[in-house]
C-alpha cells in the first residue's frame, strides 16, 4: 500500500544574506515520517509566498521550475524506494536525493563501471573469463530490475534482504537456472556490494541472512579402480588416444587446461636428484607453483615432444573438444558417471586420489595447484573411504595397548 507523500518548502528566515536572500528548505513527508533538509538554493524574501516564488518574472519562474524539479525527483526517489520496500521512511527518501545530488552512484551504474574498470585488466592479472562473469551477472540484475520494477537502475539504499531474495526466486523459478549458476551470478553481486560496503556507500549488507540453494553434491574425482579402466581400456577412435593422453597427464599432475595448453621447455627445470620439475605461473591468476614430474607425466611429454606448435609441448584440442572427447572416453571404458565428466575431474583426481589420499600433506597440494589458500584447495580435494579406513586402521595400532579401563 502506497503512503501519502508530501513535499513543501520554507524560507530559512533566520539565515537571511545581505542582498535579502533566504537558504530554501525541504519539507518531506512520507506517511508519519518526516523530515527536512536544505534545497541548495537562495530566493529574495520579495519574491516568496505560501511556499513558492511569486509573480511572472524570469527569477520567479526559474526557481519555481527549481522546487517542481526537487518535488519531482523526491517522488521518483520514492517510487523506485516502494518499489522494492514495503516501508519507505521520509529519511529514506532524503537520502537517496541527497546522495544523487552530490553524485552518489547507483548499483548498476556502479557495478558497470566496476566491470569497465576490471575489462582495462584482463591480461594484467585479470582473465577474460572473469570478466565475462561480472558482465554476466550485471545483464541478469538489469533484466531483472526492468521485468519486475520496471527500472533500469536501483539506489543502493534500497537493497536489503527481501530485494537478494526476489532476486534468487527470480533466477531459480523465472528462468530456471541451476544452483550453481545462481551461485555464480550472486556471488559477483555479493562481491559488488562488499565494496560498496567498504567504500561506505552503504552501511548495512544487503546479503546478511541469505543463504543460497547449493547444487547436489558430486564426485568429481576418478577413483584408483576408474582410473585403472581409463588406462587399461582400448579405445576405437584414434584421436581418443590422443584426449586420453593429455587427460591422464591432468590427473597426474594436476594441471588445468589453459595451463597445459601453454606449457613449454622453459617451465620444465632438472633437479639435482635428477627430478624433472614443471615451474611456471597460473595463467587465472599469475601464481606461482611448482610440480615434481612423476613417470607417466614424463612419458606423455617425451611421446608427444616436438607434434605441437609455437615450441609448446602437448598438441592440445579446444577445450570443447577435450570435454567431449573425456566424456566419450568414460563412456567407452565403463565409468558410469560417464555424463559428468570434463577435462577438469584431471585436476580434482589429482588432487583428492592421487595427491591427498595417498599422504601427501595439503599444504604440498596447495602450493602444488597453485592456490594461495588451502580454503580453495578444501574444494578440490576429498578424502577418500579408503584413505579413511588406511588412517584409522594405523591409528588404531599406534595406541594399542596404550589404554585401558580401569578394573
Not at 29 to 35: A, F, L, N, V
Not at 125 to 154: P, T, V
Not at 364 to 381: D, E, F, K
Request: glycine share 6%; with cysteine; charged share 25%.
Amino acid at each position: 500500500m502506497k503512503q501519502q507523500v508530501e513535499v513543501s518548502f520554507y524560507l530559512k528566515k533566520n539565515e537571511m544574506k545581505e542582498d535579502g536572500k533566504c537558504p530554501v528548505m525541504a519539507r518531506l513527508k512520507i506517511g508519519k515520517t518526516e523530515t527536512t533538509f536544505s534545497a541548495k538554493i537562495t530566493v529574495p524574501v520579495s519574491l516568496w509566498a505560501a511556499g513558492r516564488a511569486t509573480g511572472k518574472s524570469h527569477a520567479a519562474a526559474g526557481i519555481n521550475a527549481q522546487l517542481d524539479a526537487y518535488r519531482a525527483s523526491a517522488l521518483s526517489h520514492y517510487k523506485e524506494l516502494h518499489a522494492v520496500r514495503i516501508k519507505v521512511t521520509a529519511e529514506d527518501v532524503k537520502s537517496a536525493l541527497l546522495g544523487m545530488a552530490f553524485g552518489q552512484e547507483t548499483f548498476v551504474s556502479y557495478f558497470r563501471k566496476h566491470n569497465e574498470n576490471f575489462d582495462k585488466r584482463v591480461g594484467v592479472n585479470r582473465s577474460a573469463k572473469a570478466a565475462y562473469s561480472y558482465w554476466y551477472a550485471l545483464g541478469h540484475l538489469e533484466k531483472f530490475l526492468q521485468k519486475k520494477y520496471r527500472l533500469s537502475d536501483i539506489p543502493f539504499k534500497a537493497l536489503d534482504k527481501s530485494f537478494i531474495e526476489s532476486f534468487d526466486f527470480h533466477l531459480r523459478i523465472e528462468s530456471g537456472y541451476s544452483p550453481g549458476t545462481i551461485i555464480e551470478i550472486t556471488t559477483r553481486l555479493r562481491i559488488i556490494i562488499n565494496y560498496v560496503i567498504c567504500e561506505g556507500i552503504i552501511t548495512h549488507d544487503p546479503f546478511a541472512g541469505y543463504s543460497p540453494e547449493r547444487p547436489r553434491s558430486v564426485q568429481k574425482y576418478l577413483t584408483r579402480t576408474e582410473l585403472d579402466k581409463l588406462m587399461t581400456t582400448p579405445l576405437t577412435c584414434p584421436n581418443h588416444y590422443l584426449i586420453r593422453d593429455l587427460f591422464l597427464f591432468a590427473c597426474y599432475t594436476g594441471m588445468p587446461y589453459s595451463d597445459m595448453y601453454k606449457l613449454t621447455d622453459e617451465d620444465l627445470t632438472l633437479a639435482e636428484d635428477g627430478t624433472v620439475w614443471i615451474r611456471t605461473t597460473r595463467k587465472k591468476n599469475d601464481n606461482s607453483y611448482e610440480i615434481p614430474l612423476m613417470e607417466l607425466p614424463l612419458q606423455i611429454l617425451e611421446r608427444y615432444r616436438g607434434i605441437a606448435s609455437k615450441g609448446r609441448l602437448l598438441p592440445m584440442f579446444s577445450s570443447s573438444t577435450m570435454n567431449d572427447g573425456v566424456k566419450a572416453i568414460a563412456q567407452t571404458c565403463g565409468i558410469e558417471r560417464w555424463e559428468q565428466m570434463v577435462f577438469h575431474v584431471g585436476r580434482h583426481t589429482y588432487a583428492s586420489e592421487i595427491t591427498l589420499s595417498q599422504g601427501v600433506p595439503i599444504e604440498t597440494v596447495s602450493r602444488m595447484l597453485g592456490h594461495t589458500r588451502i580454503t580453495t584447495t578444501q574444494i578440490y580435494a576429498k578424502i577418500t573411504d579408503d584413505k579413511i579406513d588406511e588412517d584409522m586402521k594405523a591409528l588404531d595400532e599406534r595406541i594399542a595397548g596404550k589404554f585401558q579401563f580401569a578394573i
